[in-house]
């Protein structure tokens, strides 16, 4: 490049051309610029004539509104966050699609952190901050530390089917003991006896409960110490557990309940494909969630569904009161679920 | 309320605080200010003994960088948005995964807009301008006129899975034609002669490439006008379009291609389920998109799978390039899917 003259720069007219301002439009309209914000506001009133007439001065003028230099004014960024992990858990989609949808409703939008791991939390919040996002719906877990530095920002949060015992957070849940208890229930008044769990894993709350929740009724109607597997809620740990479950010494159970619908399927093709067990007339599987692939013929699993839209209609509305109504008190929501019995155990409701 | 004195309004000390500012860490550690900015700046090169010592004053006077205020200077949100319709389709999740996952690693934030149809793009683009984003990512269909919403803007766009022919826009696709035309190969070599395709939606490019990919290829090899029922990629559009096969008067298919794996998998449990057909001793299905459920046992099956991890990568590296280098050229890049051979159909690699 030695002895080449460099072109001058060309700096183009768009690059410096002054940003058109809402005094712009709003001289050009005729109107007060209090009358031009209100136009770009969500939600805001503001009659169709007088927006008619702000939005065609807008559109000659070229002007849009810049949400980021609005909210160094109003202190509100009219973002949220959404922390979830294990995205690609089947569950999952729905819950985000639902949220974002009816963030979108209340002019907000929505910044997506998806965690590998929950011990990704930490380093997860040092990335909300800054965005001084309005406030934050977790669907994943976090530390009494972490909800801390919430208050310490005064940062509302909604815990999305998790919950800190004792700590004054707010929280949308799935009652998991509840069903866990039903489908026990359902599964010892067809005529089971013999039971066996295969668990989530230990750091997930929801999974915890679940196993609790079943253990416990097992115990009141009289069935003692079933074996208790833990996996991690793929698919895969379903199918190898459910192996397990056929290779161990002892007799084989004839109701196998799962923490969640995955699986219960990843069980079911272990037990039929691999050990030609038939469901349910050799065995009984239940699972938990509701979600798609539950319903598919080959599986047609016996589960919970979990009430996804009034769940996450509760995380927005309460996550919107807590920002718009500062100082509003903690609130826990718990929705019961849903029995969808399926051809892939004996139950009676 | 009337005759009672109203309480004094108590302003917490919280709230009038002034904010710190990078100015006051710079020297309370004794160092520049630009040492501070570079500190907080996501990949800017910094000895560690420095990021320490800022760092330590950071914590200690509470100072957080406010990505608001430093994008309306810096001219770059660190946003980009990502426009995905159909979240719940199942292959979506994963390439959202991925997605965030990456761009977070380079820094940048995801906003999320989840299209409930196609026909909201232009109401999702009138929400995305006021936050000034770096770039977008769009696993949507846009017109070219949105397209030129973009360049009026200065906006990077880069297209995942879809592209728009002729238009000068960037993109990352899966080579859909090629993955439809290995499927008919592997098919016709296997022995099959009378084919039928359940196709996706008509507004689907993807499903429209994937259509005549596997048309042209039939009718290279002789194979002529075979059925093609239009479904919406859901589970129950293949269950009821598969049994719609059954019934007509003519000739039923002996090998059925879908536009995606959830067709093929109600398909599967149309004929299996509820015609009592064998796959693959009576009837071969295919799929497409290799998500998760195409390997359960239960199914099983042969499908392209698209290199997600590959072309995340490239989505996101060429947007990244196209926010650093303004005026990059525009590139296509197109990535063949992996045959996943399964027991789904008798097919011959």
Same mark, same amino acid.
């Given at each position: 490049?030695?002895?080449?003259?460099?072109?001058?720069?060309?700096?183009?007219?768009?690059?410096?051309?002054?940003?058109?301002?809402?005094?712009?439009?709003?001289?050009?309209?005729?109107?007060?610029?209090?009358?031009?914000?209100?136009?770009?506001?969500?939600?805001?009133?503001?009659?169709?004539?007088?927006?008619?007439?702000?939005?065609?001065?807008?559109?000659?003028?070229?002007?849009?509104?810049?949400?980021?230099?609005?909210?160094?004014?109003?202190?509100?960024?009219?973002?949220?966050?959404?922390?979830?992990?294990?995205?690609?858990?089947?569950?999952?989609?729905?819950?985000?699609?639902?949220?974002?949808?009816?963030?979108?409703?209340?002019?907000?939008?929505?910044?997506?952190?998806?965690?590998?791991?929950?011990?990704?939390?930490?380093?997860?919040?040092?990335?909300?901050?800054?965005?001084?996002?309005?406030?934050?719906?977790?669907?994943?877990?976090?530390?009494?530390?972490?909800?801390?530095?919430?208050?310490?920002?005064?940062?509302?949060?909604?815990?999305?089917?998790?919950?800190?015992?004792?700590?004054?957070?707010?929280?949308?849940?799935?009652?998991? =003991?509840? /069903?866990?208890?039903?489908?026990? #229930?359902?599964?010892? +008044?067809?005529?089971? @006896?013999?039971? %066996?769990? $295969?668990?989530?894993?230990?750091?997930?709350?929801?999974?915890?409960?679940?196993?609790?929740?079943?253990?416990?009724?097992?115990?009141?109607?009289?069935?003692?110490?079933?074996?208790?597997?833990?996996?991690?809620?793929?698919? =895969?740990? /379903?199918?190898?557990?459910?192996? #397990?479950?056929?290779? +161990?010494?002892?007799? @084989?159970?004839? %109701?196998? $309940?799962?923490?969640?619908?995955?699986?219960?399927?990843?069980?079911?093709?272990?037990?039929?494909?691999?050990?030609?067990?038939?469901?349910?007339?050799?065995?009984?599987?239940?699972?938990?969630?509701?979600?798609?692939?539950?319903?598919?013929?080959?599986?047609?699993?016996?589960?919970?569904?979990?009430?996804?839209?009034?769940?996450?209609? %509760?995380?927005?509305?309460?996550?919107?009161?807590?920002?718009?109504?500062?100082?509003?008190?903690?609130?826990?929501?718990?929705?019961?679920?849903?029995?969808?019995?399926?051809?892939?155990?004996?139950?009676?409701?």
């Amino acid at each position: 490049m030695a002895g080449k003259t460099q072109p001058e720069k060309v700096v183009s007219i768009k690059a410096v051309k002054q940003p058109v301002t809402s005094y712009d439009v709003a001289r050009h309209a005729g109107v007060s610029q209090s009358a031009v914000s209100r136009c770009f506001k969500p939600g805001a009133s503001v009659s169709a004539k007088m927006r008619e007439r702000v939005m065609t001065a807008a559109k000659e003028l070229g002007y849009e509104p810049n949400a980021i230099a609005r909210s160094l004014i109003t202190r509100r960024s009219n973002l949220v966050a959404i922390l979830i992990s294990n995205l690609t858990n089947l569950y999952y989609p729905e819950v985000l699609a639902e949220l974002t949808q009816r963030f979108s409703a209340h002019g907000v939008r929505v910044l997506l952190f998806s965690l590998k791991s929950e011990a990704d939390a930490n380093e997860t919040l040092q990335q909300i901050w800054p965005y001084r996002v309005d406030g934050v719906v977790a669907a994943a877990e976090l530390s009494p530390d972490h909800v801390g530095e919430f208050e310490k920002r005064d940062v509302p949060l909604v815990f999305y089917n998790r919950h800190l015992t004792g700590a004054p957070v707010s929280s949308v849940c799935c009652d998991q =003991e509840d /069903g866990a208890r039903q489908l026990v #229930d359902g599964l010892y +008044r067809a005529g089971h @006896r013999t039971f %066996a769990i $295969i668990a989530g894993p230990p750091e997930s709350a929801v999974g915890v409960e679940r196993k609790s929740g079943a253990l416990e009724r097992l115990d009141e109607l009289g069935v003692e110490d079933p074996p208790v597997l833990q996996g991690d809620y793929s698919y =895969e740990s /379903g199918f190898s557990l459910a192996d #397990d479950l056929m290779n +161990r010494g002892s007799a @084989r159970p004839d %109701a196998v $309940i799962c923490a969640n619908d995955v699986m219960a399927i990843g069980a079911l093709d272990a037990f039929r494909v691999k050990h030609r067990l038939a469901a349910p007339a050799d065995i009984s599987v239940v699972g938990f969630d509701g979600v798609g692939p539950s319903s598919w013929k080959s599986y047609d699993l016996t589960t919970i569904r979990q009430p996804v839209r009034r769940m996450t209609e %509760a995380a927005v509305s309460m996550l919107m009161t807590m920002i718009e109504e500062p100082g509003s008190p903690h609130e826990k929501r718990v929705f019961s679920g849903i029995l969808k019995p399926g051809t892939s155990a004996q139950f009676t409701a």
